[in-house]
């Protein structure tokens, strides 16, 4: 991807560091007290609570594939549902010291995430997403009201609760919040097999996808719909918002390429991004097999092909998932 020549976005909040390593306030001495920010749960727990509460928690979600952060957070990460970006359900993708000294290979150019370099990237691909739907808005005579962007290490508190890396990125409606922890494109990389910048700008731009349908009132309505259906409506319901998502995340690729930011293989990178985060593709690597019914994002091959109908749209229109019989 080539961006030296988009404006880097001043919509970025740096909260690096500040969430699960500089949550922790370890007194010297006595009390050894572990306060982690919770979301209002408050309280401080031991050291060695902390330390077996992670363990069962990984094992739980290890063995039975039950992530029980998401079941405590009611699959309310977001209280109003959807938005919420569960893009790691597997056992085997919390984030762990992802250690990325390896070359990045094959011609493929992945960000350094380890240096500031990680936060320019970021910051220059909300740019150009801002670039791209204030003209879209313009031309629908609104006014596009810009998301920002949270950088953070850990743990997380936003308007929709405390989210944690693993999570995966999310996009919280509550506070028109985009949140990323940047070593989530490690991997992308390393566990799901998706390296490449386009790759972790089209994660981005999907993001942006939901804020899209967050500020156009479909957010809401989908949300709505979906309080008064059975789990199946619902999850079907979910799986028409994030192909929508993907399909707005199209929309801002196509613009890529007319802005000539595009390189060879970047298509590719982003596809193989989409399908890699498929649900059928996290489910058969987190627990062996795969269950259609509880699919929230849609299979691999949804994903890439709504992306792809983004890249070819002529309108906002051709992004409705909502009203075919083609998912
Ligand atoms: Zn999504």
Sequence with gaps: MRLDNEKPSDNIEDRRGQGGGGGFNIPGGGGRRVNIPMGGRGGGFSVSTIILLVIAYFAIKLIFGIDLLQVINGGGLAPTGQGTEIT????DTQVTNADDTAGTGGGVTTTDVTTDAGRDFVARVLGSTERVWGKVFQDMGKTYEQPKLVLFSGFVQSACGTAQ????????????????DLSFYQDMKNKLGAPGDFAQAYVIAHEVGHHIQNILGIADKVQQARMRADDATSNQLSVRMELQADCLAGIWGQEAGAANMLEQGDIEEALNAAAAIGDDRLQKKSQGYVVEDSFTHGSSEQRMRWF?????ARALGDCDTFSTDQL
């Design 308 to 312: 792809k109908r983004g890249l070819e």
């Design 165 to 180: 890396s693993a999570m995966g990125p999310f996009y919280c409606p509550g506070d028109h919040k985009v949140y990323i």
């Design 88 to 91: 790691l359900p597997g056992g």
